[in-house]
T-cell receptor, first 119, second 116 residues
Framework: DSGVTQTPKHLITATGQRVTLRCSPR?????VYWYQQSLDQGLQFLIH???????AKGNILERFSAQQFPDLHSELNLSSLELGDSALYFC??????????????????FGPGTRLTVL | AQTVTQSQPEMSVQEAETVTLSCTYD???????LFWYKQPPSRQMILVIR??????QNATENRFSVNFQKAAKSFSLKISDSQLGDAAMYFC?????????????FGGGTRVLVKP
C-alpha cells in the first residue's frame, strides 16, 4: 500500500458524460501528479500540482481539468467523454517537486488507479 | 522532448534464470534520473530501482540491477534468479533535473513472463 488513495476504483459511463476522479496523497506530500495509461498512448503524464498550484502540464486534453484543494487532495475532471478516454488513470504523490526539476529526488508514490470505461 | 524506448514488447524467462530488459532514451540534458517500475496484474505501479545520471556506479536492489551506459543513453534492467512473482509489465522511466515539475516520461513497457 503506497498510502495514496484513489476513488472510485472503477467507473463506467457513456460518451458525452462528465466524471470526476479523486486522489488523496500520502500524508505530508505536497505534490500530486496525474497519469493516463491507455492501450493507444501508453503511460503518459497529464498534470502536476504542488501545494494547490499547477506546476506542469503534459498531454492533457482541453476537455480535462484538474485542481488541488487546500487539504491537498486532487480531482481530475473529464468532460465530453469519448470512447478513446477509456483508460486507467493514476494519481501519484511526492513530498516536494515544487521547483522546476532540481537535484532533490522526490519519489513518486502511485495510487491504485481508477479504471474508466466509456461506452 | 525526452523520449524513452523499450524495444522488447515481451520477454520470457525460466524460473531461477536471468533476464535483461532493454531501455534507451533520448535527452539533451546532462543530469537526470532513470527508473524501472513494475506493474503486476494488480496494476499497482511499484518502483523497482532508480539511477542518478551523475553516478557512475550501477544501482542494485537485491536481485535487480541496472547497466547504465550514459554515452549510449542506455539503461537496461537485469533480473537475476527470476521468481514467479516477477511476472509483470516493466516500465523504464526518465525524469530530467530541469524539467518543470517532477514529471516522469515512460517507455512503452516490456511484459515479463516467468515459466515455472
Amino acid at each position: 500500500d503506497s498510502g495514496v488513495t484513489q476513488t472510485p476504483k472503477h467507473l463506467i459511463t457513456a460518451t458525452g458524460q462528465r466524471v470526476t476522479l479523486r486522489c488523496s496523497p500520502r500524508s505530508g506530500d505536497l505534490s500530486v501528479y496525474w497519469y493516463q495509461q491507455s492501450l493507444d498512448q501508453g503511460l503518459q503524464f497529464l498534470i502536476h500540482y504542488y501545494n494547490g498550484e499547477e506546476r506542469a502540464k503534459g498531454n492533457i486534453l482541453e476537455r480535462f481539468s484538474a485542481q488541488q484543494f487546500p487539504d491537498l487532495h486532487s480531482e481530475l475532471n473529464l468532460s465530453s467523454l469519448e470512447l478513446g478516454d477509456s483508460a486507467l488513470y493514476f494519481c501519484a504523490s511526492s513530498l516536494s517537486g515544487g521547483l522546476a526539476g532540481g537535484l532533490t529526488y522526490n519519489e513518486q508514490f502511485f495510487g491504485p488507479g481508477t479504471r474508466l470505461t466509456v461506452l | 522532448a525526452q523520449t524513452v524506448t523499450q524495444s522488447q514488447p515481451e520477454m520470457s524467462v525460466q524460473e531461477a534464470e536471468t533476464v535483461t530488459l532493454s531501455c534507451t532514451y533520448d535527452t539533451s540534458e546532462s543530469d537526470y534520473y532513470l527508473f524501472w517500475y513494475k506493474q503486476p496484474p494488480s496494476r499497482q505501479m511499484i518502483l523497482v530501482i532508480r539511477q542518478e545520471a551523475y553516478k557512475q556506479q550501477n544501482a542494485t536492489e537485491n536481485r535487480f540491477s541496472v547497466n547504465f551506459q550514459k554515452a549510449a543513453k542506455s539503461f537496461s534492467l537485469k533480473i537475476s534468479d527470476s521468481q514467479l512473482g516477477d511476472a509483470a509489465m516493466y516500465f523504464c522511466a526518465y525524469r530530467g533535473y530541469k524539467a518543470a515539475g517532477n514529471k516522469l516520461t515512460f517507455g512503452g513497457g516490456t511484459r515479463v513472463l516467468v515459466k515455472p
